[in-house]
Nanobody
Framework: VQLVESGGGLVQPGGSLRLSCVAS????????MTWYRQVSGKERELVAG????????NYANSVKGRFTISRDNAKNTVYLQMNSLKPEDTAQYYC????????WGQGTQVTVSS
């Protein structure tokens, strides 16, 4: 199993970023996927999840209306579109198979600052 996140960077408050996570080593289309984020010294936080077929999505209250999770099963990729970014969104972002806690990728850093 390999999960490779990308798309992070430095953005001003109110800006947007699109994160990508390319998965390999498992049958991607049969797994729900979840985006998490973590600030150094704090617990990992669930951000958004999507079912295997993409029909069901859930979001943390803190990102509802601003973030959108999606997936492309043909490309083994899950995305996180982040709009109206706030400084409190600053974190390392990770993707993971829903309900799994192994084979974490390196994550991608998102920094929201003026």
């Amino acid at each position: 199993v390999q999960l490779v996140e990308s798309g992070g960077g430095l953005v001003q408050p109110g800006g947007s970023l699109r994160l990508s996570c390319v998965a390999s080593g498992f049958r991607f289309s049969t797994y729900g996927m979840t985006w998490y984020r973590q600030v150094s010294g704090k617990e990992r936080e669930l951000v958004a999840g999507i079912s295997s077929g993409g029909g069901n999505r859930n979001y943390a209250n803190s990102v509802k209306g601003r973030f959108t999770i999606s997936r492309d099963n043909a490309k083994n990729t899950v995305y996180l579109q982040m709009n109206s970014l706030k400084p409190e969104d600053t974190a390392q972002y990770y993707c993971q198979r829903t309900s799994f806690n192994n084979y974490w990728g390196q994550g991608t850093q998102v920094t929201v600052s003026s």
